[in-house]
Structure formats: structure tokens, C-alpha cells
């Protein structure tokens, strides 16, 4: 089981926005991080730092963290955007890191 | 550039042991910590341990003491994970990562490396 939780799938008309969101005690205290992974391909983080995205990632892509809670938002999805997202954190402990459990987001 | 480039396939069979390495390129070698994560066939990412280039020093994850053991290379810019005592469960997808982090509360990975695929079969 993971520490910290999300939805398994959410679907999204395209050009809509479409909430991620990762629930965990360990939230509280430790921003979580956010990745995107397409069939066949690595993780690529999306969303790090609180609310910072890496170059080349489109600024549709935001985060935002409030209790135990971290939401990645896509704001204006693209049919790109399909994928698997996952949150990952350290857990409460504060010794390990842990992801979450995935969410498929599909565009429509 | 920055750069992860991880061994190839393995194919084990049930009881042995596998070790990958992951090739580090681009940066300074002990300034980052690298990360180890596997995912299996169809399901998500499970973060397994981290290693410390500077120090040697590692964290693993519960599920894996005892059998998983992280090395570096300092001359080679190199990490290698060995995961023993292999069972069909382990027949996953083995990627590299590296660590950044903000103060005391934040932690990302990138880049990644492109991942080994690790079957487990009799």
C-alpha cells in the first residue's frame, strides 16, 4: 500500500481543466513532486518544488499543495496530455520517499 | 548533457541475483544522490532505496532488506543496484533516477535513466 494516495483514473474534454490530486499525512510537511509517463517512455517530472516546471514542460501544467493534499492542475488539457501522472514525496516517517499510486488521465 | 544510461535485459532465473548499473554523465558525480524505482508490468512506480555517491551511505525501502544492496563507483561515475534472492514478483522495469531537493521539504528525480527490464523466469 502507498502512504500517500490518488485516484486511479480521471477523464478530461479536451481544451478542460482537469485536478490531480495526492492525499498523505506526510503532505503536511513535504511538498510532493509530480511526473508524467507515457506508454513505453521513462517518467519525466512535470511539476517540482512546490509550483516550479522544468523547461520544455508547457505552463498549462501547475501545482499547488493545502493539508494533506498536493493537486498537479492541467489547465486547457491537450490530447498530448494523456498519460499516467504520479505524486512522490518523502513518507511520514521522513526517512523513505514513496509515489503515489498513479492516475490515468484520459483526454476526450 | 546530463545523462542516465542503464545496462541491459536480464533474464534470471527464480533464487539468483541481478545487478544493473546505471552510468552517470554531464555533472559532478557526488552531488547528487541517485534513486532506484522499479515498476512492474502494468502497474505503478514503487520506489525502492537511495544511494549517497559522496558517502557510500543508503536508505531502502522496507520491503527490500536484505536483499537489495546499492554500490558506487567513484572511478566509473557509476551506481549499481543488486537485487538477490529473486522471485517471478521481481519481474519489473528497473530505472535510475537523480535526486534534487529544496531545503528540508522538497525532493524531485530527474533526469531518469531508460530503464531495465529484469524478467524472472524458470
Known amino acids: 500500500s502507498s502512504e500517500v494516495t490518488q485516484d486511479p483514473a480521471v477523464s478530461v474534454a479536451l481544451g478542460q481543466t482537469v485536478r490531480i490530486t495526492c492525499q498523505g499525512d506526510?503532505?503536511?510537511?513535504?511538498?510532493a513532486s509530480w511526473y508524467q509517463q507515457k506508454p513505453g517512455q521513462a517518467p519525466v517530472v512535470v511539476i517540482y518544488d512546490k509550483n516550479n516546471r522544468p523547461s520544455g514542460i508547457p505552463d498549462r501544467f501547475s501545482g499547488s499543495s493545502s493539508g494533506n493534499t498536493a493537486s498537479l492542475t492541467i489547465t486547457g488539457a491537450q490530447a498530448e496530455d494523456e498519460a499516467d501522472y504520479y505524486c512522490?514525496?518523502?513518507?511520514?516517517?521522513?526517512?523513505?520517499?514513496?509515489f503515489g499510486g498513479g492516475t490515468n488521465v484520459t483526454v476526450l | 548533457q546530463e545523462q542516465l544510461v542503464q545496462s541491459g535485459a536480464e533474464v534470471k532465473k527464480p533464487g539468483a541475483s541481478v545487478k544493473v548499473s546505471c552510468k552517470t554523465s554531464?555533472?559532478?558525480?557526488?552531488?547528487?544522490?541517485i534513486h532506484w524505482v522499479r515498476q512492474a508490468p502494468g502497474q505503478g512506480l514503487e520506489w525502492m532505496g537511495v544511494i549517497n555517491p559522496s558517502g557510500d551511505t543508503t536508505r531502502y525501502h522496507q520491503k527490500f532488506q536484505g536483499r537489495l544492496t546499492m554500490t558506487r563507483d567513484t572511478s566509473t561515475s557509476t551506481i549499481y543496484m543488486e537485487l538477490s534472492s529473486l522471485r517471478s514478483e521481481d519481474t519489473a522495469l528497473y530505472y535510475c533516477?537523480?535526486?534534487?531537493?529544496?531545503?528540508?521539504?522538497?525532493?524531485?528525480?530527474?533526469?531518469w535513466g531508460q530503464g531495465t527490464l529484469v524478467t524472472v523466469s524458470s
Open positions: 506526510s503532505l503536511r510537511k513535504y511538498y
Open positions: 533516477a537523480r535526486d534534487w531537493s529544496s531545503g528540508d521539504s522538497s525532493w524531485w528525480l530527474d533526469p
Open positions: 554531464g555533472y559532478t558525480f557526488n552531488s547528487h544522490y
Open positions: 512522490f514525496s518523502r513518507d511520514s516517517t521522513g526517512n523513505h520517499w514513496v
